[in-house]
């Protein structure tokens, strides 16, 4: 019966390079993706910092924004502009609600339907919210200048719009 033996590594113990001086991702960073990621997490940890002091979540600041822009949205449009599923933005909004920051409201055409709204709380904490936010994303940024953040906000509007 033959035994049964780990699998040979293909290089021996010995011969496994120690991690060099520079990043552990380096081969990685001629992809698009990956660095779009590895910003996308910098900025995102740097506005989740800000906002719990709010206790607030970046999806829950952005649905406030995007209630304030369409008054009366219906919780369907708001999960597809979240990109998120129905009952995601179920959660996310009794969450709101039970804050005070976001009501809903019957429609008269379709009394199954619900408009939501931001509350005078909501709209007062917004504002707030914003400037935060513009200043975390400055903060996030500051290795650019002005130029090139205005030049990496269009190029990134060109690949999701």
Do not use: W
């Amino acid at each position: 019966m033959p035994s049964k033996s780990s699998p040979t590594p293909a290089v021996a113990p010995q011969a496994i390079a120690q991690p060099a001086d520079g990043p552990l991702d380096s081969s990685l960073d001629d992809l698009i993706g990956y660095a779009l990621r590895r910003a996308q997490l910098k900025v995102f940890q740097h506005l989740v910092s800000r906002l719990v002091v709010f206790d607030l979540r970046p999806a829950q600041f952005t649905a406030l924004a995007i209630i304030e822009q369409n008054p009366g949205l219906m919780q369907a449009d708001l999960a597809r502009a979240l990109a998120i599923e129905p009952p995601q933005a179920v959660v996310l909004l009794n969450k709101l609600e039970s804050r005070g920051l976001a009501v809903r409201v019957r429609c008269k055409p379709d009394k199954r339907s619900y408009g939501i709204f931001l509350s005078k709380a909501g709209e007062t904490l917004l504002r707030e919210l914003r400037e935060v936010a513009a200043q975390s994303d400055l903060d996030a940024t500051a290795a650019l200048s002005a130029e090139e953040r205005q030049q990496l906000i269009e190029l990134l509007h060109k690949i999701y719009r």
